[in-house]
Structure formats: structure tokens, C-alpha cells
């Protein structure tokens, strides 16, 4: 029984060794894109029902536990970091949002929201296609430079309270959201250039 799991893990990095570099990035590519889509969907789907005043109350971006990262800041400046750097970054604001997500997953059943049930079920594909494309982002860091292996610590210190009132909940739920959707573009952004 104990020797099953280590067959299947030897078997997969077989396979992922015989596997191209160029087909690794497209399907990276492809889950950041997918997971950049959810996170769009769900962030608008939330803002629809978020008041004017909770708009106004809204953390700006650079709040986000991620902001401190630094990442290039248009599409011009991508493509001059090494191909190592900018996987490097993706894999290190992946990482970030492990915890955050379990957050949202965790807050997602008491999120006083008309599409709950929806919601629910996004965050858990949000965090099914993170962890798949981390998976993923490990296996491709280990065929390039050992520079791409770095992950560069960005604690999530928001603690697990999302808020005691309907407005505070949906303001919290909603700005973490917010900052996933900008992270998840810049994957996807870095990916695409890698590719």
C-alpha cells in the first residue's frame, strides 16, 4: 500500500520529464487563462450586489497582501525579465494565495449573497485550477534555470474573519476577490510571455 503512491508519483514525473517544455507552458497557459476567467466572473458577479457605500469603503489595491511584490508593470516591461524571473513571480503570487483561498472557501458559506450556492462552487474550481497550475508551474521550474525555483515569501495576515455584519462580509470577501482577479491577470500575463 505505502509503495502505490510512490509508483504513481514516479510515473508522473516520467511522463512530465518526456513532455516538452513548449507543451508545459501551453497548458500552464491554459489554467492561468481558465483560472483568470473565474476570477473575473466571480468578481463581477459579486459587485453587482455590493452597495455604492461599500464600493466607497473598498481597500484600494495596494492593500492587496501581494502588492508588495515586485512584478513588471505593463506588457512592455514583461518580456525584459528573464524567463526564470517571471515564472519565479508567477509561482510566488500563486503560493500567496493558498491560504487566502481557503478564506474564501471557508467564507463563502456565510457570505450573505442571493447566488451563494454558485459562489461556493467557483471558489472551490478557483482553488482546484490553483493548485493544478501550481503543480503544474513546479514541474516546469524544475526544467529551467535554477532561478525559476524561487519562491519569494508573501504572507497572507488577513486572518480568517471576514466580517460580522452583511456589509463588512461582502466588502472583505469581495476586495480579497479583487486582489486575486488582478494576480491571477498577471499569471496569466507572465505565462503568456513565457510561452
Same mark, same amino acid.
Given at each position: ?84 524571473? $517571471? !515564472? /519565479?513571480?508567477? %509561482? ?8 487566502? &483561498?481557503? *478564506? =474564501? ?70 476586495? $480579497? !476577490? /479583487?486582489?486575486? %482577479? ?8 507572465? &505565462?503568456? *510571455? =513565457?510561452?
Amino acid at each position: 500500500n505505502g509503495r502505490k503512491p510512490f509508483i504513481t508519483v514516479l510515473y508522473v514525473v516520467a511522463v512530465c520529464s518526456s513532455v516538452p517544455v513548449s507543451d508545459l507552458l501551453d497548458r500552464a497557459s491554459q489554467h492561468s487563462d481558465k483560472l483568470h476567467s473565474l476570477s473575473t466572473t466571480l468578481t463581477h458577479e459579486l459587485d453587482s450586489h455590493l452597495t455604492p457605500i461599500g464600493r466607497m469603503l473598498m481597500p484600494r489595491p495596494s492593500a492587496c497582501h501581494t502588492s508588495s511584490s515586485q512584478t513588471p508593470s505593463d506588457k512592455e516591461q514583461a518580456p525584459q525579465v528573464s524567463e526564470s524571473d $517571471l !515564472l /519565479s513571480l508567477a %509561482r510566488s503570487l500563486l503560493q500567496a494565495w493558498v491560504d487566502p &483561498l481557503v *478564506v =474564501l472557501s471557508s467564507s463563502a458559506n456565510t457570505l450573505p449573497h442571493p447566488a451563494q450556492s454558485k459562489i461556493i462552487n467557483k471558489i472551490q474550481e478557483l482553488q482546484e485550477h490553483s493548485k493544478n497550475l501550481g503543480d503544474g508551474l513546479n514541474i516546469l521550474s524544475g526544467k529551467m534555470d535554477p532561478a525559476a525555483q524561487i519562491i519569494s515569501s508573501l504572507p497572507y495576515r488577513g486572518g480568517n474573519d471576514i466580517g460580522q455584519d452583511k456589509t463588512s462580509k461582502l466588502i472583505k470577501f469581495q476586495f $480579497l !476577490l /479583487s486582489c486575486f %482577479r488582478r494576480d491571477s491577470h498577471k499569471i496569466d500575463s507572465f &505565462l503568456k *510571455v =513565457l510561452r
